[in-house]
């Protein structure tokens, strides 16, 4: 027999051990009587079919009595265009998967779990707690099945499988016990409140084959998120319902498939004054690189606290953010898998901002509030808060160009880039989250606000963004891989060319200009590098605080070899996943 052949007898028999165990797992749930009482909430007898769908808790609650093993569970598939996530969960106390422990694997069409399969490595894993890790795996041949097979032995079951462009994907329970639904392929207009009564959000646990749905009346939508009212039962025992699900439908019709498990977060709730001033949200996407300048420079100006909405980095991100916590920055990640959502991040981080924050910027890692009149934030801040109808403060940009550079500078973007265009270019948000309308909707960094609030413009002599949107064209060509939000096109897209968000000049290729680097310069503007020198430089080497770790942090990524793996990827013809299921 060749090691092969064994392998597989192995997986085989390893299989039939999992499914014996389930089965024995399955009568004890029976028998002792648990999640019984649950299910009363629903003015309907218990059918043990759902066991299934209730395995979480279940196998949790019993798994003293039974140390048996295979309980590490896959949660969720969900297929996107380019890759597919696999959502774990684990039981108590098992240590996490890393890359070196599992394969990606794929069935055939038909097949039993014992039989030849493709296995390949997974791109990236992230998350940290038990349940919640996410593997990302490159797309299955069409027909295929994901699942995981472990290095050591065997599978784990695959998952229910959903497809990325209709699919309700995260669910925050309010302080006004409404759910916030983040959904995909509702197809609603932007900038516009829909009409909810065509809506009715369903709870339960297999909206498949559904054996028990609550529904709740949708109390608004629009864009990309509907408000629904949580029913009680979901309120009062938020503990045993741990694994249930929200969805939506349009009246009449099919329920959308979802991954989205309503989250508790209780709101500290101490009004006024709240825990800082000045927070940010910003969404990220293998920016590791940029992120402490960024992070140093914005908290001398008065920012306190960082949410990153990491877009499934895979650049080493996290000994970045960890460096920075440990030096007091008061910055957390959050693992935003989710493509061209941004709109939708950015309401979710509102959202988690609003009970410890007064106001909250929404900028990329490559902008960066410029004070020029030397004020500090808070002397901006403090001048709006005095009248509490302001509720956003909106401030121009600027545009810097490559200013002659080949090659991303070692003193960082703020020192580095000093030409730009000269005519302001949109402007960006502050917002006080506590203004925000109820609908959520934001479009370009704006948000809707609540009757009675108001934005306004933040002359530019007071503050402005220095926007570093076209750097050296090693950096720059990445925006052509993939646009962040959900109107606007992909540059590799033929439609939409005119649009603004693109760079003017270039087409739908991502071939360097031969004159990149002295494009889009204009004016000369220094104001911020000479702040930044005068601010940040050490007087005897003259170095930047980031400067001295963007070396180690270099050989870092050249190590992990991450680069390499995204290259790949890039490669790959994108080919979209037509029927899956
Ligand atoms: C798989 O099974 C279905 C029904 O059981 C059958 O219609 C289909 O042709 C099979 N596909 C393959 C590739 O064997
Ligand atoms: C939300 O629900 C909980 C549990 O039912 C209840 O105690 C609380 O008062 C409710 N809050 C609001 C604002 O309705
Ligand atoms: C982090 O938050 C604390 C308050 O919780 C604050 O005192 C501190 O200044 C913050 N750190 C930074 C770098 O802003
Ligand atoms: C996250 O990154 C993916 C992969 O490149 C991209 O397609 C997507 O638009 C990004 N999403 C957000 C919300 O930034
Ligand atoms: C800001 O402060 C620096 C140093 O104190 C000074 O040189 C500069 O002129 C000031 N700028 C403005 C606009 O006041
Ligand atoms: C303070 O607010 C007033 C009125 O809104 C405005 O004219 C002024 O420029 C503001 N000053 C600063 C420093 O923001
Ligand atoms: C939210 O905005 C809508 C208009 O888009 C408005 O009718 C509604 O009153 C606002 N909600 C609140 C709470 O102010």
């Given at each position: ?24 797992v ?16 629903f ?26 093993s ?11 265009p380019?890759?597919?996530l696999?959502?774990?969960q684990?039981?108590?106390s ?21 039989q ?6 997974p ?11 996410i ?8 027909g ?23 699919l ?40 498949k ?12 939508v ?38 989205a ?43 306190q606290?960082?949410?990153i909405?990491?877009?499934?980095s ?19 990640r ?39 009149g030397?004020?500090s934030l ?54 006080r ?20 609030f ?12 220095n ?8 950096v ?17 897209d ?29 004016v ?6 000479d ?19 963007q070396?180690?942090?270099e ?13 790949e ?11 899956v299921?």
């Amino acid at each position: 027999m060749t090691m092969k052949e064994r392998r597989k007898r192995d997986v085989g028999s390893w299989s039939r051990f999992f499914y014996c165990t389930v089965f024995v797992v399955f009568f004890c749930v029976l028998f002792t009587g648990f999640t019984f009482s649950s299910f009363r909430l629903f003015g309907e007898s218990f059918h043990p079919v759902l066991v299934s769908a209730w395995q979480n808790p279940a196998m949790e609650a019993i798994s003293g009595e039974f140390p048996v093993s295979p309980s590490i569970e896959i949660r969720e598939t969900v297929i996107f265009p380019d890759h597919i996530l696999i959502f774990l969960q684990y039981p108590p106390s098992l240590p996490l998967f890393t890359k070196e422990d599992i394969d990606c694997s794929y069935f055939p069409p038909n097949s039993s779990q014992s039989q030849s399969h493709l296995k390949l490595p997974p791109l990236y894993i992230a998350g940290e707690n038990l349940d919640h890790q996410i593997v990302r795996c490159p797309i299955p041949p069409r027909g295929f099945t994901p699942s995981l097979a472990l290095k050591t032995n065997g599978h784990l079951p695959a998952g229910p499988t959903h497809r990325w462009d209709a699919l309700a994907y995260e669910a925050l329970v309010d302080r006004d016990n409404t759910t916030i639904l983040f959904v995909k392929g509702l197809n609603l207009r932007p900038e516009r409140i829909s009409d909810a009564s065509r809506f009715e959000c369903v709870y339960g646990w297999d909206f498949k084959r559904p054996k028990f749905l609550l529904r709740a009346d949708v109390v608004t939508v629009a864009q990309e998120i509907a408000r629904c009212k949580t029913p009680l039962s979901v309120l009062n025992s938020p503990q045993k319902l741990n694994a249930i699900k929200v969805s939506i439908r349009v009246k009449g019709r099919g329920i959308l498939h979802s991954v989205a498990r309503p989250q508790f977060r209780p709101e500290s709730d101490t009004p006024v004054p709240k825990r800082y001033e000045m927070c940010v949200c910003t969404m990220v996407r293998n920016q590791a690189k940029f992120l402490r300048e960024w992070v140093m420079y914005h908290a001398r100006i008065g920012v306190q606290r960082w949410f990153i909405y990491d877009n499934d980095s895979d650049d080493a991100i996290d000994p970045v953010i960890e460096s920075l916590d440990e030096e007091n920055f008061n910055i957390t990640r959050h693992i935003w898998p989710w493509i061209k959502t941004q709109e939708a991040g950015f309401a979710h981080c509102a959202l988690r901002a609003r009970g410890s924050c007064e106001w909250v910027g929404f900028i990329d890692v490559d902008e960066f509030l410029h004070l020029p009149g030397n004020l500090s934030l808070h002397d901006v801040l403090r001048n709006q808060s005095g009248s509490h109808r302001v509720g956003e403060l909106r401030t121009s940009c600027h545009s810097f160009g490559p200013s002659g550079l080949k090659r991303v500078p070692s003193e960082g973007v703020t020192v580095g880039y000093t030409c730009r265009v000269s005519v302001p270019e949109r402007h960006k948000s502050i917002v006080r989250p506590e203004a925000l309308n109820s609908s959520l909707i934001n479009v370009v960094h704006h948000f809707h606000l609540r009757d009675n609030f108001e934005y306004v413009n933040v002359e530019r002599g007071v503050m402005v963004i220095n926007h570093y949107k076209y750097q050296v064209w090693e950096v720059f060509k990445d925006k052509f891989y993939r646009r962040v939000a959900t109107y606007v096109a992909d540059w590799q897209d033929k439609e939409n060319v005119g649009s603004k968000d693109r760079a003017p000049g270039l087409g739908t290729e991502a071939v360097e200009p031969s004159d990149w680097s002295s494009r889009f310069c204009e004016v000369t503007d220094t104001g911020l590098k000479d702040w930044v020198l005068r601010v940040f430089a050490d007087p005897q080497t003259h170095l930047l605080p980031w400067q001295e770790q963007q070396e180690e942090q270099e050989d870092r990524l050249f190590i992990e070899g991450n680069y390499e793996i995204e290259k790949e990827m890039k490669q790959r013809d994108s080919v979209v996943v037509k029927d899956v299921n």
